[in-house]
């Protein structure tokens, strides 16, 4: 809805990993260190150019998202003012996207920052 602001900073989550996804009825969230995401829009998770699992609000995230838990993060991209692409050591790339015009899709929650990122 709002966009990925062009001077968000995730450069912060390379080295951290996740130990936990967390379901709810209309999200999905997850940490890499201080980073809290809630996440609305699907979420696409992609390895050597295949997409491998997605999900979507109001179902159960599919087994590939195990397979994000505990790897390292080694880089963090905004493509475009639309996507986050997060990539873990082990090549799977976790695909962020702003897919709608009406309603938020994401909040990122910085630990020591007062205020989240609304997407």
Not at 109 to 118: L, M
Request: glycine share 6%; with cysteine.
């Amino acid at each position: 809805m709002y966009r990925i602001p062009k001077d968000i900073d995730l450069s912060g989550i390379v080295g951290e990993f996740t130990t936990q996804i967390l379901v709810g009825q209309s999200d999905i969230q997850f940490c890499f260190g201080k980073y809290h995401f809630a996440i609305q829009s699907d979420i696409h998770l992609i390895k050597h150019s295949e997409v491998i699992g997605i999900w979507q609000a109001g179902t159960w995230p599919p087994q590939q998202f195990l397979e994000i838990l505990n790897i390292n993060v080694v880089a963090c991209q905004t493509p475009d003012k639309r996507k986050i692409v997060i990539h873990l050591e082990n090549s799977i790339e976790i695909h962020l996207s702003d897919n709608s015009d009406q309603f938020e899709c994401m909040q990122i929650y910085v630990d020591g920052e007062q205020d989240p990122w609304i997407i």
